[in-house]
Protein backbone atom coordinates (compact mmCIF):
# COMPACT_ATOMS: atom_id res chain seq x y z
CA UNK A 1 0.00 0.00 0.00
CA UNK A 2 1.14 3.31 -0.80
CA UNK A 3 0.93 6.33 1.04
CA UNK A 4 1.03 9.94 -0.32
CA UNK A 5 1.40 12.78 1.92
CA UNK A 6 0.92 16.42 0.78
CA UNK A 7 2.08 19.18 2.55
CA UNK A 8 2.81 22.91 2.06
CA UNK A 9 -0.85 24.13 0.90
CA UNK A 10 -2.22 27.29 1.72
CA UNK A 11 -2.57 31.28 1.49
CA UNK A 12 -0.65 32.78 -0.65
CA UNK A 13 -0.67 36.10 -3.03
CA UNK A 14 -0.84 36.58 -6.52
CA UNK A 15 3.00 37.16 -7.91
CA UNK A 16 4.17 35.47 -4.64
CA UNK A 17 5.16 31.70 -4.17
CA UNK A 18 4.54 28.15 -2.36
CA UNK A 19 5.58 24.74 -2.73
CA UNK A 20 3.78 22.07 -2.36
CA UNK A 21 5.56 18.21 -1.08
CA UNK A 22 4.54 14.98 -1.62
CA UNK A 23 5.97 12.65 0.49
CA UNK A 24 5.70 8.85 -0.87
CA UNK A 25 5.74 6.04 1.28
CA UNK A 26 7.40 3.49 -1.12
CA UNK A 27 10.44 1.38 -1.16
CA UNK A 28 11.13 1.44 -5.10
CA UNK A 29 10.32 5.18 -5.92
CA UNK A 30 12.08 4.93 -9.08
CA UNK A 31 9.14 2.69 -9.85
CA UNK A 32 6.54 5.13 -9.68
CA UNK A 33 5.35 7.97 -11.80
CA UNK A 34 4.19 11.21 -9.69
CA UNK A 35 1.99 13.27 -10.50
CA UNK A 36 0.08 16.93 -9.57
CA UNK A 37 -3.78 17.34 -10.01
CA UNK A 38 -6.12 19.74 -8.84
CA UNK A 39 -9.93 20.06 -8.73
CA UNK A 40 -11.96 23.01 -8.46
CA UNK A 41 -15.76 23.11 -7.02
CA UNK A 42 -18.14 21.67 -9.58
CA UNK A 43 -15.09 20.62 -12.00
CA UNK A 44 -13.60 17.87 -13.41
CA UNK A 45 -9.85 16.99 -12.02
CA UNK A 46 -7.13 18.13 -13.88
CA UNK A 47 -3.20 17.42 -14.13
CA UNK A 48 -1.17 19.50 -13.48
CA UNK A 49 2.79 18.46 -13.80
CA UNK A 50 3.74 14.77 -13.63
CA UNK A 51 7.13 13.80 -12.84
CA UNK A 52 9.53 10.30 -13.69
CA UNK A 53 10.69 8.67 -10.82
CA UNK A 54 13.50 6.92 -13.11
CA UNK A 55 14.97 9.34 -15.35
CA UNK A 56 13.63 12.34 -14.34
CA UNK A 57 11.61 13.67 -17.07
CA UNK A 58 8.52 16.20 -15.97
CA UNK A 59 5.69 17.53 -18.01
CA UNK A 60 3.61 20.63 -17.29
CA UNK A 61 0.63 21.62 -18.23
CA UNK A 62 0.24 24.75 -20.43
CA UNK A 63 -1.82 26.33 -18.26
CA UNK A 64 1.19 26.56 -15.33
CA UNK A 65 4.23 26.73 -18.15
CA UNK A 66 6.84 28.79 -17.25
CA UNK A 67 5.28 29.74 -13.42
CA UNK A 68 5.13 26.17 -12.32
CA UNK A 69 8.34 23.48 -11.71
CA UNK A 70 8.07 20.28 -10.17
CA UNK A 71 11.08 18.33 -9.74
CA UNK A 72 11.87 15.91 -6.67
CA UNK A 73 14.28 14.71 -3.55
CA UNK A 74 14.65 10.67 -4.64
CA UNK A 75 16.52 10.30 -1.11
CA UNK A 76 13.32 11.73 0.48
CA UNK A 77 10.93 9.85 -1.67
CA UNK A 78 9.51 13.43 -1.99
CA UNK A 79 7.91 15.65 -5.22
CA UNK A 80 7.79 19.27 -5.21
CA UNK A 81 5.34 21.63 -6.62
CA UNK A 82 7.28 25.08 -6.53
CA UNK A 83 4.30 27.47 -7.66
CA UNK A 84 6.01 30.44 -8.65
CA UNK A 85 4.04 33.57 -9.68
CA UNK A 86 0.45 32.04 -8.69
CA UNK A 87 -2.63 33.69 -10.06
CA UNK A 88 -6.32 33.16 -7.88
CA UNK A 89 -7.81 31.43 -10.46
CA UNK A 90 -4.84 28.39 -9.27
CA UNK A 91 -6.70 28.66 -5.92
CA UNK A 92 -8.31 24.96 -5.64
CA UNK A 93 -7.28 21.72 -4.09
CA UNK A 94 -4.15 19.78 -5.04
CA UNK A 95 -3.48 16.11 -5.09
CA UNK A 96 -0.52 14.48 -5.44
CA UNK A 97 -0.88 10.85 -7.06
CA UNK A 98 1.08 7.57 -8.02
CA UNK A 99 1.36 5.22 -10.19
CA UNK A 100 3.98 1.55 -10.88
CA UNK A 101 5.37 2.87 -14.60
CA UNK A 102 4.73 -0.73 -15.62
CA UNK A 103 0.79 0.23 -15.33
CA UNK A 104 1.37 3.31 -17.53
CA UNK A 105 1.22 2.46 -21.26
CA UNK A 106 3.70 4.69 -22.24
CA UNK A 107 6.27 5.68 -19.11
CA UNK A 108 7.06 9.36 -20.62
CA UNK A 109 5.49 11.80 -17.97
CA UNK A 110 4.29 13.67 -21.65
CA UNK A 111 2.09 10.98 -22.74
CA UNK A 112 0.90 9.81 -19.55
CA UNK A 113 -0.02 12.44 -17.36
CA UNK A 114 -3.84 11.99 -17.20
CA UNK A 115 -6.47 11.33 -14.16
CA UNK A 116 -7.48 8.82 -15.83
CA UNK A 117 -3.42 7.24 -15.88
CA UNK A 118 -3.39 7.37 -12.35
CA UNK A 119 -6.86 5.62 -11.90
CA UNK A 120 -8.31 3.30 -10.77
CA UNK A 121 -4.61 1.63 -10.47
CA UNK A 122 -2.86 4.67 -8.94
CA UNK A 123 -2.75 5.75 -5.64
CA UNK A 124 -4.18 9.52 -4.46
CA UNK A 125 -3.00 12.04 -1.42
CA UNK A 126 -6.22 13.48 0.51
CA UNK A 127 -5.01 16.60 -0.95
CA UNK A 128 -3.93 20.58 -0.08
CA UNK A 129 -5.81 23.77 0.03
CA UNK A 130 -4.05 26.18 -2.09
CA UNK A 131 -5.67 30.23 -2.15
CA UNK A 132 -4.08 32.49 -4.06
CA UNK A 133 -5.26 36.00 -2.79
CA UNK A 134 -5.66 39.01 -5.36
Known amino acids: EVQLVESGGGLVQAGGSLRLSCAASVFDFDDYAIGWFRQAPGKEREEVSC????????YLADSVKGRFIISSDNAKNTVYLQMNSPIPENTTVYYCAAVSVVLLRNPSPRESCRVGDFTPMGYWGQGTQVTVSS
Open 51 to 58: FSSRDGTT
